[in-house]
Nanobody, 126 residues
Framework: QVRVVESGGGSVQAGGSLRLSCAAS????????MGWFRQAPGEEREGVAV???????FYADSVQGRFTISKDNDKNTLYLQMNSLKPEDTAMYYC????????????????????WGQGTQVTVSS
């Protein structure tokens, strides 16, 4: 069983930066596909960035070049560095862990993930 807990959300002005953190615990936490998703009011939850167990990263087109996903396996912590934030980035951001330790399909799809955090709110004002 894996558990993930997000932190680091907040309110910033457009053009600002935030870093989200996700502490993972449980069996195989550091060896899983991990990802960040977001959901704005009235919208579907969408994939933002994922990192495979081998460290390969994938990003949504809307955040490519502005956001960076990374992980510290020693600390079992996932990060999302968000730069040049825009009002349209406003959403609840969720950390997610893959279905199992080791290799698995790991893309910007909810079905690749089995464990979700409670979310952390990011608000970007213009």
């Amino acid at each position: 069983q894996v558990r993930v807990v997000e932190s680091g959300g907040g309110s910033v002005q457009a053009g600002g930066s935030l870093r989200l953190s996700c502490a993972a615990s449980g069996y195989g936490a550091s060896a899983r596909c991990m990802g960040w998703f977001r959901q704005a009011p009235g919208e579907e939850r969408e994939g933002v960035a994922v990192i495979t167990s081998d460290g390969i990263t994938f990003y949504a087109d809307s955040v490519q070049g502005r956001f960076t996903i990374s992980k510290d396996n020693d600390k079992n912590t996932l990060y999302l560095q968000m730069n040049s934030l825009k009002p349209e980035d406003t959403a609840m951001y969720y950390c997610a862990a893959g279905l199992r330790a080791g290799w698995q399909p790991c893309r910007l799809r909810r079905l690749d993930f089995g464990t979700w955090g409670q979310g952390t709110q990011v608000t970007v004002s213009s």
